[in-house]
């Protein structure tokens, strides 16, 4: 079943915050954030697994509460190359899990 | 990193014709790659897990006779659409994963995609 993310859109301006978020209706196991540029794949941010993680790097960072069945993508101090769709994507255990992409969150980052 | 190559990057073809896309993971052995369709301003959809050495299983709703996969090799497996009309154009898109020491933490590199047109 397809994650649900929000919001669907958010413009910030150079130096903004933002947070998106990530929910599932099923008990998440792990959350992989994605971002990908218009024309191009996606590439991955960061993975959270199953146990109330939060990590981070630089400014971009994600928590993960498997209570709530949700994840949050935090990104500090935007940048201009912070543009892009988001997207969030649940799996299961195991090696090879495949991903159940939500539609994503298309982030616009003006000067 | 892990590293995907995708070929072709974009393809354009007749109807009624058959396209076979390539994604090979050039740094590491991939037992099971994944292929993804998006269309414009959507999300990826997954299509299929391709296996190694084994049929491969497809989404609900992915005719498996029209979307042939062939995973000969743990570098290399192919997407053939076959007999394509134009509601098959779209974005293709293969992932695999990196199974080494640190593969909980690892995510899916994704090839450059193929953006198919069928005219």
């Known amino acids: 079943q397809q994650p649900v993310q929000s919001p669907q859109a958010v413009i910030l301006r150079e130096g903004e915050d933002a947070v998106i978020n990530c929910s599932s209706s099923?008990?998440?196991?792990?959350v992989h954030w994605y971002r990908q540029k218009h024309g191009e794949a996606p590439v991955f941010l960061m993975i959270?697994?199953?146990?109330?993680e939060q990590k981070g790097h630089e400014k971009i960072s994600a928590s993960f509460n498997e209570k709530k069945q949700q994840s949050s993508l935090y990104l500090t101090a935007s940048q201009l190359s912070y543009s892009g769709t988001y997207f969030c994507g649940t799996g299961s255990g195991g090696s090879n899990y495949k991903l159940t992409f939500g539609k994503g969150t298309l982030l616009t980052v003006n000067p | 990193g892990a590293v995907v190559s995708q070929h072709p990057s974009w393809v354009i073809c007749k109807s009624g014709t058959s396209v076979k896309i390539e994604c090979r993971s050039l740094d590491f052995q991939a037992t099971t790659m994944f292929w993804y369709r998006q269309f414009p301003k959507q999300s990826l959809m997954l299509m299929a897990t391709s296996n190694e050495g084994s049929k491969a299983t497809y989404e609900q709703g992915v005719e498996k006779d029209k979307f042939l996969i062939n995973h000969a090799s743990l570098t290399l497996s192919t997407l053939t659409v076959t007999s394509a009309h134009p509601e098959d154009s779209s974005f293709y898109i293969c992932?695999?994963?990196?199974?080494?020491?640190?593969?909980?933490?690892?995510?899916?590199?994704f090839g450059s995609g193929t953006r198919l047109t069928v005219v």
């Open positions: 992932s695999a994963r990196d199974l080494g020491p640190l593969t909980p933490f690892t995510g899916y590199t």
């Open positions: 099923k008990a998440l196991y792990s």
């Open positions: 959270l697994l199953k146990g109330g």
